[in-house]
T-cell receptor
Framework: DTEVTQTPKHLVMGMTNKKSLKCEQH?????MYWYKQKAKKPPELMFV???????INESVPSRFSPECPNSSLLNLHLHALQPEDSALYLC?????????????FGPGTRLTVL | AQRVTQPEKLLSVFKGAPVELKCNYS??????LFWYVQYSRQRLQLLLR??SRESIKGFTADLNKGETSFHLKKPFAQEEDSAMYYC?????????????FGKGTKLTVNP
């Protein structure tokens, strides 16, 4: 399996809902990432997990809560989101070997907050 | 600070013409540079990385440390090359995993 998968593909939620985005990879990668991508903009890093530990949080609001249950899975828990949080949420993974570290991206979850 | 600049938001060429997508970077150490491509309705995918010095789909990119550039080139553009192209930089110091993207260039190859 050489892909990063994400579920769901699309998600519509209200501002009071609680939902979760899921990401999975079986490439043995030990770093996983969440990015947010608004329309016609580049991806913006949100979180990085390295060896299942949170290593980077790019000052993301607490209504976004990441979780890495094991080396293959990455979740993003959503609660009390705002309409401006509507975006494509991308997951990526990489090997984290010393030296070159290429990130591979999932197809994304398109989130709409009403 | 890491910064990637792609000066052209849009680039339009005719099929068969040469194409060059510009990328300049700012980084105090030894960077790793990448080109990612996003075709319509498809995932972001790696096109090239400077360390591999390879040619993918006819595209090449050379890291010029003197000019701090990593321009993407193809001698003869094809219609299927139409996509959004992002240049990205990863700092190679301190095990940084942070990938910083440029704002992207939308390439349109006209028939």
């Amino acid at each position: 399996d050489t892909e990063v998968t994400q579920t769901p593909k699309h998600l519509v939620m209200g501002m009071t809902n609680k939902k979760s985005l899921k990401c999975e990879q079986h490439m043995g990668h030990r770093a996983m990432y969440w990015y947010k991508q608004k329309a016609k903009k580049p991806p913006e890093l949100m979180f990085v997990y390295s060896y299942e530990k949170l290593s980077i949080n790019e000052s993301v609001p607490s209504r976004f809560s990441p979780e890495c249950p094991n080396s293959s899975l990455l979740n993003l828990h959503l609660h009390a989101l705002q309409p401006e949080d509507s975006a494509l949420y991308l997951c990526a993974s990489s090997q984290v070997k010393g030296g070159t570290d290429t990130q591979y991206f999932g197809p994304g979850t398109r989130l709409t907050v009403l | 600070a890491q910064r990637v600049t792609q000066p052209e938001k849009l680039l339009s060429v005719f099929k068969g013409a040469p194409v060059e997508l510009k990328c300049n970077y700012s980084y105090s150490g030894s960077p790793e540079l990448f080109w990612y491509v996003q075709y319509s309705r498809q995932r972001l995918q790696l096109l090239l990385r400077h360390i591999s010095r390879e040619s993918i789909k006819g595209f090449t990119a050379d890291l010029n440390k003197g000019e701090t550039s990593f321009h993407l080139k193809k001698p003869f553009a094809q219609e299927e090359d139409s996509a959004m192209y992002y240049c990205a930089l990863r700092g190679a110091q301190g095990g940084s995993e942070k990938l910083v993207f440029g704002k992207g260039t939308k390439l349109t190859v006209n028939p």
